[in-house]
Nanobody, 120 residues
Framework: QVQLVESGGGLVQAGGSLRLSCAAS??????MAWFRQAPGKERNFVAV????????YYADSVKGRFTISRDNARNTVWLQMNALKPEDTAVYYC???????????????WGQGTQVTVSS
């Protein structure tokens, strides 16, 4: 089974930017998604991209600020996060599935997560 490893998290001031990466252990034709989970809260959808890159969906809370992209030759998906807000603070997880879903319970393959902290 493919394994996912996230990186790129950190501490940033409000208004700043971060770029998260998710590297897959092998070539995959899965859709790839980003979710996030704040302490004591559910794991929420952030963005998803199809294998072709032609279908992309974002949560309303990140539209216009975050951009998901992928390079299948490098087995990597990125999440560019701009204009970050304190409410974006969470652990960010990468997920993969054959379908293009926005619900966390549809995904069976997950990374270990990377912490993003946005200070005010």
């Amino acid at each position: 089974q493919v394994q996912l490893v996230e990186s790129g998290g950190g501490l940033v001031q409000a208004g700043g930017s971060l770029r998260l990466s998710c590297a897959a252990s092998e070539r995959t034709q899965n859709a790839m998604a980003w979710f996030r989970q704040a302490p004591g809260k559910e794991r929420n959808f952030v963005a998803v991209i199809s294998w072709s890159g032609l279908r992309i969906y974002y949560a309303d809370s990140v539209k216009g600020r975050f951009t998901i992209s992928r390079d299948n030759a490098r087995n990597t998906v990125w999440l560019q996060m701009n204009a970050l807000k304190p409410e974006d603070t969470a652990v960010y997880y990468c997920a993969a599935d054959s379908g293009l879903y926005t619900s966390a319970d549809k995904y069976d393959i997950w990374g270990q997560g990377t912490q993003v902290t946005v200070s005010s």
